[in-house]
């Protein structure tokens, strides 16, 4: 059985950092593709970044590009989210998600909160 777990998550001021972790299990992960996405309240998931995988290429979302960092450790199954120069804007439930490509995911992490505050 796949399953992915979050961390990282938590309060912090607009300008600080946090890195979140998603620990995949079940299954190796080093040929698909692991992605981040994010829900605010009220608002649809949006996607964040992503890691393609073999051929480890990376994507971002524009609001994000220069501030935040996708990385994997396939080794550990783990999938990693640096996240710089916070913004209010950036709070919201972060999910990890693993799939066969960059915009396809079946599997999905239960979340972690991220909250920054002006």
């Known amino acids: 059985q796949v399953q992915l777990v979050e961390s990282g998550g938590g309060l912090v001021q607009a300008g600080g950092s946090l890195r979140l972790s998603c620990a995949a299990s079940?299954?190796?992960?080093?040929?698909?593709?692991m992605g981040w996405f994010r829900q605010a309240p009220g608002k649809e998931r949006e996607f964040v970044a992503a890691?393609?995988?073999?051929?480890?290429?990376?994507y971002y979302r524009d609001s994000v590009k220069g501030r935040f960092t996708i990385s994997r450790d396939n080794a550990k199954n783990t999938v990693y989210l640096q996240m710089n120069s916070l913004k209010p804007e950036d709070t919201a439930v972060y999910y990890c998600?693993?799939?066969?490509?960059?915009?396809?995911?079946?599997?999905w992490g239960q979340g972690t909160q991220v909250t920054v505050s002006s």
């Open positions: 998600a693993v799939g066969p490509g960059w915009r396809t995911y079946n599997y």
């Open positions: 079940g299954r190796t992960f080093s040929r698909y593709a």
């Open positions: 890691d393609s995988g073999s051929i480890s290429n990376t």
